[in-house]
């Protein structure tokens, strides 16, 4: 009895075996039948292929519910197995095809949607299409970048975390299908952003905008589309400790725009406020005894506030004639005390106090009083005598 020829075997005698997809291969058919458990596919008439098991599910609802008819691709597992039909797999297609998709978006540069599945440290694990890729803390958005005072990790997990099942617009920075790595960039899209709005200003512009975040180092505060930076220096004339000293979250400010580096815009809001040290001389003079309210008091010296605009320094020298081992012996924060204004500098924005100058101013005084007192004690008995 004649044994039946296989197909592979047919297309061999035919001599067209150099066309043969090999393992590896994506190859494109019409589905030619749809069970539960497998789905048939006519190869160009080359061969019948089947997809089944594990092979047949994926992620995406691509292959639910395929009519007969219906064109598809999928990867050559086996070019035959036991019952001579292509073994077939639409998981390696989907997944060799997301690639495809995701290479060509990192040299278009395109947008694309990206659903967030996890949080860790370090950033978020997202989908694109059906491949898993990784958005570093440092590529978000200002909007997203947990900002969170002191660095706390724990803080900035729980932040990340908040965002996992929602969708953000990213760009794809690095792809390497061998190595399944895939970075993608949600900073990238909002910078194209910034360009588009940033070129409608200049530095020395000023622009009126809401503070969306304080930090140790200062303000971020945005206006249209874009964000800038209030460095705490920036604030205000006088020393503060912390922008939350002067500002809040959703207050309404103004700014200058005094540097722009690439997207990056960096603000000050006391420039639009006059130099209260530009006259301080007019209303303080070396020499003069003022009361003031001790801010802060550090190793080097007490903080003292004059008025609301001009702040000085009593450094740790100045305090006593004696050798001074710890400054708060001698003031605690929020009490008023006498000083003795001992330097103005207007330029660099500095005022020296001193409590020991006033200490000396007294006991030069006692010292003038008690010599007088003697002198007119030794002058007495003779205006006597020559009486």
Not at 31 to 54: F, L, M
Not at 118 to 124: D, P, S, T, Y
Request: proline residues 3%.
């Amino acid at each position: 009895m004649t044994q039946p020829i296989s197909s592979f075997e047919q297309l061999l005698q035919e001599g067209n075996y150099l066309n043969l997809p090999q393992i590896g291969d994506v190859v494109t058919g019409v589905v030619i039948g749809n069970g539960r458990r497998e789905i048939r596919i006519d190869i160009g008439g080359i061969s019948t292929g089947v997809v089944r098991g594990k092979e047949l599910f994926n992620e995406s609802s691509e292959y639910a519910n395929l009519e007969p008819g219906t064109q598809v691709e999928a990867t050559v597992m086996e070019r035959e197995n036991e019952n001579g039909e292509m073994e077939l797999s639409f998981r390696f297609a989907g997944q060799q095809k997301a690639w495809e998709e995701i290479r060509s978006l990192f040299t278009t540069g395109e947008t694309i949607e990206t659903k967030i599945l996890e949080a860790n440290k370090g950033g978020l694990i997202v989908r694109v299409n059906t491949v898993n890729g990784f958005l570093p803390v440092s590529q978000l958005s200002p909007e997203h970048y947990p900002r969170v005072s002191g660095g706390d990790k724990n803080k900035i997990l729980e932040k990340l975390k908040s965002y996992v099942g929602s969708k953000m617009k990213v760009r794809v920075l690095d792809v390497n299908e061998p190595d399944e790595k895939l970075i993608v960039s949600e900073k990238a899209v909002w910078e194209d952003q910034q360009k588009n709005v940033l070129s409608q200003y200049k530095i020395g512009d000023t622009v009126e905008g809401e503070v969306t975040a304080l930090a140790d180092f200062g303000a971020f505060i945005k206006f249209e589309a874009l964000e800038g930076l209030v460095h705490i220096s920036e604030i205000a004339w006088q020393r503060i400790d912390h922008p939350r000293d002067l500002l809040k979250i959703g207050q309404t400010v103004k700014a200058e725009i005094i540097g722009i580096e690439g997207s990056k815009i960096f603000l000050s809001m006391k420039k639009l406020v006059c130099d209260p040290w530009h006259n301080v001389t007019e209303r303080y003079k070396i020499g003069d005894t003022v009361e003031g309210t001790v801010l802060k008091v550090n190793p080097f010296g007490l903080f003292v506030e004059l008025d609301e605009q001009i702040h000085g320094l009593a450094h740790v020298s100045e305090l006593s004639d004696k050798p001074v081992t710890d400054v708060n012996e001698y003031a605690q924060e929020g009490q008023r005390m006498k000083f003795k204004i001992v330097s103005i500098e207007p330029d660099e924005h500095r005022l020296g106090l001193s409590i020991k100058a006033l200490t000396q101013k007294e006991e030069t005084k006692t010292e003038e009083k008690t010599e007088s007192t003697e002198m007119k004690e030794e002058t007495t008995p003779s205006e006597s005598a020559t009486v």
